[in-house]
């Protein structure tokens, strides 16, 4: 007998409202719901989804209080706090709600990002059972695992002279270059919390991970032996979820076409993610680095990448001339189609986690640039670990083409695609 929505228990969602955050999160809830659980969607009114596109989630709101302030990249942990002050009565009353209604579907358990954090105070509260969402790799928050502690036995901060691409004992193959924050310099309050925050699963049921024990083996080793719950690796999401709508920007889908006109392997996808940021001078410099390459390029420019004027119009002329027969720059792509296009030879990424997985599942080469966060950490397990992509040295006009006539026109570039297909 066909199971009808009255009888699904039902799965609370919290994402955080950032791009790399919400998709995996939706990529669950569509998972859980075709094994029968209802799922509904608690969003904030900053970076909220058109309900419409998911007929199958019940989306309700919680009112953010982000309201005019700036979410740019440097003011994160500000978004988080004020986020986290402004959602939390919101967040009861729905819940409390929920609880209450006797033809809604029991609540089985909320699925929260831990940068939430609101949600474990009211959980623990209404004494409904949670389990966190973490949508980076555990070798990352196994990092800042050995941050802290390396902070408490005071070994950080280190000497201004120290040599930070000496690997970190207790965290191979990272260097001390790779975490999070600099290690030579005091480390503020709210970043320790932030650490903290991450690290804290003592309140939950299970952890939930978009990873792949077979890439994420012995950090998920590690961790498993400091948290006596259980561990899901159920990564990589996007591949056992249903095809969703989670885009923030609207996709450009034309380069698609553009793509079917490009031989198979020779283009290089260029793109940054939804957060990163760089100047000006980096701009022109990877614009030169590219054009010099002489490969065909698809390259996303999202309108935030510069932190003020449209990266597109910065664009030097001579370029955009130079690169019009092999170009083509959008906004925003539809990254996964494009990823796993025939023409794609190569993937110049900031090494986000959710671009990692999806190009690791299409066996295409990467060139690392990453540039916050998880990515130092996920570019040196590209690098030296799984060996399926290089790092850009330094961001000048040569080291930008150096690094992309290596991957995509060299002998050391035909190897690194192989393992990439291999792995
Ligand atoms: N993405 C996309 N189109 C683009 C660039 C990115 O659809 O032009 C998607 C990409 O497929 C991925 C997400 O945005 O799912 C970015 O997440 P990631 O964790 O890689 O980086 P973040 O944006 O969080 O820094």
């Given at each position: 007998m066909e199971k009808t929505e009255w009888r699904r228990k039902r799965v609370v969602l919290v994402p955080y409202p950032f791009q790399g955050h919400i998709t995996p999160m939706l990529q669950l809830g569509s998972v859980l719901h075709?094994?029968?659980?209802?799922?509904?969607?608690?969003?904030?009114?900053?970076?909220?989804?058109?309900?419409?596109?998911?007929?199958?989630?019940?989306?309700?709101?919680?009112?953010?209080?982000?309201?005019?302030?700036?979410?740019?990249?440097?003011?994160?942990?500000?978004?988080?706090?004020?986020?986290?002050?402004?959602?939390?009565?919101?967040?009861?009353?729905?819940?409390?709600?929920?609880?209450g209604e006797e033809d809604g579907g029991e609540v089985a358990c909320i699925i929260y990002d831990p940068f939430m954090k609101f949600v474990d105070i009211v959980a623990d509260k209404l004494k409904v059972p949670t389990m966190q969402l973490k949508v980076n790799p555990a070798a990352y928050t196994h990092s800042m695992v050995i941050f802290l502690q390396l902070l408490q036995q005071k070994l950080i901060p280190l000497p201004e002279s120290s040599d930070l691409n000496v690997l970190v004992p207790e965290a191979y193959p990272l260097r001390y270059k790779d975490f999070l924050m600099p290690v030579t310099q005091g480390i503020p309050e709210p970043?320790?919390?932030?650490?903290?925050?991450?690290?804290?699963?003592?309140?939950?049921?299970?952890?939930?991970?978009?990873?792949?024990?077979?890439?994420?083996?012995w950090p998920l080793q590690q961790l498993q032996q400091r948290w006596s719950i259980p561990f899901f690796p159920v990564g990589p999401l996007h591949k056992s979820a249903q095809p969703l709508q989670t885009s923030l920007i609207k996709e450009d889908k034309a380069c698609l076409s553009w793509?079917?006109?490009?031989s198979p392997n020779s283009v290089l996808f260029v793109s940054l993610g939804s957060l990163s940021v760089m100047d000006e001078e980096e701009l022109i410099n990877m614009a030169w680095g590219i054009a010099k390459s002489e490969q065909?390029?698809?390259?996303?420019?999202?309108?935030?990448?510069?932190?003020?004027?449209?990266?597109?119009?910065?664009?030097?002329?001579?370029?955009?001339?130079?690169?019009?027969?092999?170009g083509c720059t959008v906004k925003w792509a539809p990254q996964k189609k494009v990823l796993a296009h025939t023409a794609v030879g190569g993937f110049l990424t900031h090494c986000g986690w959710n671009s990692t997985l999806e190009v690791l599942c299409e066996g295409v080469p990467l060139i690392c640039r990453p540039s916050f966060g998880d990515h130092m950490v996920i570019s040196r397990y590209i690098t030296q670990e799984w060996k399926v992509g290089i790092a850009v040295e330094v961001k000048t006009e040569d080291g930008y083409e150096r690094a992309i006539r290596t991957l995509m026109a060299s002998e050391e570039g035909k190897m690194i695609k192989q393992r990439a297909v291999n792995l």
């Open positions: 075709s094994h029968c659980f209802s799922i509904t969607v608690l969003q904030t009114n900053f970076n909220s989804l058109d309900p419409s596109d998911h007929p199958s989630f019940t989306f309700l709101t919680l009112p953010d209080g982000l309201e005019g302030l700036d979410v740019s990249l440097n003011n994160l942990l500000n978004v988080m706090s004020v986020m986290n002050a402004n959602c939390e009565a919101p967040f009861e009353e729905h819940m409390t709600r929920m609880l970043v320790v919390e932030f650490i903290q925050t991450n690290t804290n699963v003592q309140s939950n049921a299970a952890v939930i991970w978009n990873s792949v024990e077979s890439l994420d083996h793509l079917d006109r490009q065909p390029f698809l390259w996303v420019l999202p309108p935030n990448l510069l932190n003020g004027s449209d990266p597109i119009d910065t664009l030097p002329q001579e370029f955009k001339e130079m690169t019009r027969e092999r």
